[in-house]
């Protein structure tokens, strides 16, 4: 069975950054890609990243853009999200996600739906 552990939640000020990590393990941990989401409170859960497993492709929300970057390890098992320029409207909880292997509708990395597999989730929250 997959499981998704993140890491590097926390708090800080406006203009801080936080990196956070999300690890793959047990079963076999081959996917179509991996990606964040967040969920602010009283708000729904909204697509921050992805990065295709295969070719590297990123895919960000525009709120994020040049702030947020997404990345994987060599190994492929852990994918980072470093976030950069933080404001308050960052706040929230940070979810991991994995696309399982199989065929895969093109833009399916930007909706929830389309992840098979999600981590408990990181709290950041920006605030002086």
């Known amino acids: 069975q997959v499981r998704l552990v993140e890491s590097g939640g926390g708090q800080v000020q406006p203009g801080g950054s936080l990196r956070l990590s999300c690890t793959a393990s047990?079963?076999?941990?081959?996917?179509?890609?991996m990606g964040w989401f967040r969920r602010a409170p009283a708000k729904e859960r909204e697509f921050v990243a992805a990065i295709n497993w295969s070719n590297g492709r990123t895919y960000y929300t525009n709120s994020v853009k040049g702030r947020f970057t997404i990345s994987l390890d060599d190994a492929k098992t852990t994918v980072h999200l470093q976030m950069n320029s933080l404001n308050p409207e960052d706040t929230a909880v940070y979810y991991c996600?994995?696309?399982?292997?199989?065929?895969?509708?093109?833009?399916?990395?930007?909706?929830?739906?389309?992840?098979?597999?999600w981590g408990q989730g990181t709290q950041v929250t920006v605030s002086s």
């Open positions: 047990g079963g076999t941990v081959s996917f179509n890609g």
């Open positions: 996600g994995a696309v399982a292997p199989g065929p895969l509708v093109s833009g399916s990395f930007y909706y929830g739906e389309a992840y098979d597999y």
